[in-house]
């Protein structure tokens, strides 16, 4: 058997290494330390059973990573593992599709069972769900109780996959599984839009998040191909953020980078898309650009728009400026060199001093 350990710690990777060879479950051990490493290992290696997964990856989500992996393979058992313990959070790994949630600081004898479990096909439910009800139950009820709180991941997989806010499970237990589910359809039937907000939308800004920008670049490209037009994908940096961040403080950080993002939704057509990559990273998903001078002129403006006095807290001003890099498409390209040249556009505004644009050209 095959297992890919996924997370940026080395040492927590070779860790786990060092316990999972002592067991002789597994022939070939492989590391990633990125989601992207994750994805290019699972092409590479088609025959892997199971991933372990780590909930908070770096630059990158992993529950972004364990849709990617999904969507390749649906059938492959992926392990969130994670030092959290919130149900919430729990709930959302299970019901993306996750088989299991295995908490970090578990006995190692606890992690080798709960990893056993998942290859034999069950989904494992973390012991801090018992917590509450384990000195009530008797100790020939508890393989009883594991099923039940898998049955009750399933139902949350329904809730979040069919959208079927109607689904209400009344469990003959209570525990704070069975709460923390009736938690979230309550949340769910107050808001009809709330599972697409909390997969695709920044927390912070309210514009689109990583997982909605690969998907609207992937359809723009599309598109575009089909319509035998051009589109552009933009990617903007505030200049020197993190000197805003150290001298005014977070919340004054947070204030701008709000605003920056209203200034980018104004600036856009309601066809095109506005999302945070994360820290001070913005896109754009242009579609139907008529020509490169146009680009020129829209990205002036924005860059214009950008520089205007934003006013903080306690009445403090700041007045931002953004290095902005570009590529031009005719969907003749992957998603990934279309990112690359932007990036590259970006770099290049950089280099030469900031508080600038770059086009590319549609690539030759």
Known sequence: MKVLIVDDHGLFRHGLEMLLSGQHIFRE???????QEALTLQAQHPDIDLVLLDYNLGADHGLDVLLKLKQRDPALPIAMVSGRDDPQVILSALGSGASGFIQKNLEPDDIISAIQLVLDGGIYVPPTMLEDTRNAVPAEHQLSRQKQLQHLTEIARRVIREKNLDVREQADIENEMTSALNRLVLELQQDRTRLEVLAFQDDLTGVANRRLFL????????NTRRNKSQMALVYLDLDFFKQINDSLGHQAGDILLKETAQRLMRSVREVDTVARLGGDEFTLVLVDIQSEEGL?????RLRNTLKAPVTLEDGQQCSPSASIGAAISD?????????????ESLYQVK???RDNFVVAPVKA
């Open 29 to 35: 051990i492989l590391h990633a330390a990125t989601g």
């Open 351 to 353: 280099e030469s001093g």
């Open 296 to 300: 020129h002129s829209q990205l002036t």
């Open 215 to 222: 998907e609207r670049l992937e359809q723009a490209l599309r």
């Open 331 to 343: 969907g003749s390209e992957t998603a990934a060199d279309l990112m690359k040249r932007a990036d």
